[in-house]
């Protein structure tokens, strides 16, 4: 599995874009993109994933560039209740949990500090 | 619709003693996994349940196992607790065809003291 690399924090003024990035530049071709999320105190939540096209949802939007060696996940209006770890994670095609699949690892993850 | 929910919330036990944590999916998910978050790390998986079996594993010992129900809620046992077993213990449910959208419960923090 690709292994990720992230900042350990940012800050974000509320109101403006959040843009975290994450590198993945060893994922292969069949792996995917997840982002979760973790408010403090509270169980992860899945955000989005992604492949190659850019993706978007009612959460975030997500970026990956096109030789899919890095992404970008963003937050166009973010919060102060959006202030959490991020955590970007790279994994294989095989999700069908009987295929072994859905197996999530967790690194470290980005702090990110939404300010007034 | 209720998303997942476990029990206790909170449990503190003595090192040695054994320990059993409770899980229910969000409703219509057929898959429970179960991590294992110590303070200030992100979350480790323990491992996976389908079709009331274990299908994966992390790198826990046989100290850790788990259970799952015919309505497809689950159990993890821990037995001989150390206090290095003090965590944030967090389930996770699926569906079988969309593994890594894994929706989390609040989780059980258990000291070992």
């Known amino acids: 599995d690709a292994k990720t690399t992230q900042p350990p924090s940012m800050d974000c003024a509320e109101g403006r874009a959040a843009n975290l990035p994450c590198n993945h530049s060893t994922i292969s071709g069949n792996e995917y993109v997840y982002w979760y999320r973790q408010i403090h105190s509270q169980g992860p939540q899945y955000i989005i994933h992604g492949l190659k096209n850019n993706e978007t949802n009612e959460m975030a939007s997500l970026i990956i560039t096109e030789d899919r060696k890095s992404s970008t996940l963003i937050l166009p209006h973010a919060t102060l209740r959006d202030t959490a770890v991020y955590y970007c994670?790279?994994?294989?095609?095989?999700?069908?949990?009987?295929?072994?699949?859905?197996?999530?690892?967790f690194g470290q993850g980005t702090e990110l500090s939404v300010k007034p | 619709d209720a998303g997942v929910t476990q029990s206790p919330t909170h449990l503190i036990k003595t090192r040695g003693q054994q320990v059993t944590l409770r899980c229910s999916p969000k409703?219509?998910?057929?898959?429970v996994s179960w991590y294992q978050q110590a303070l200030g790390q992100g979350p480790q998986f323990i491992f996976q349940y389908y079709e009331e079996e274990e299908r994966q594993r992390g790198n826990f010992p046989d100290r850790f196992s788990g259970h799952q129900f015919p309505n497809y809620s689950s159990e993890l046992n821990v037995n001989a607790l150390w206090l290095g077993d003090s965590a944030l213990y967090l389930c996770?449910?699926?569906?079988?065809?969309?593994?890594?959208?894994?929706?989390f419960g609040p989780g059980t923090r258990l000291t070992v003291t």
């Open positions: 996770a449910s699926s569906l079988v065809d969309r593994g890594y959208e894994q929706y």
């Open positions: 994670i790279v994994r294989g095609y095989t999700y069908m949990i009987y295929n072994q699949g859905g197996k999530l690892i």
């Open positions: 409703s219509g998910h057929d898959t």
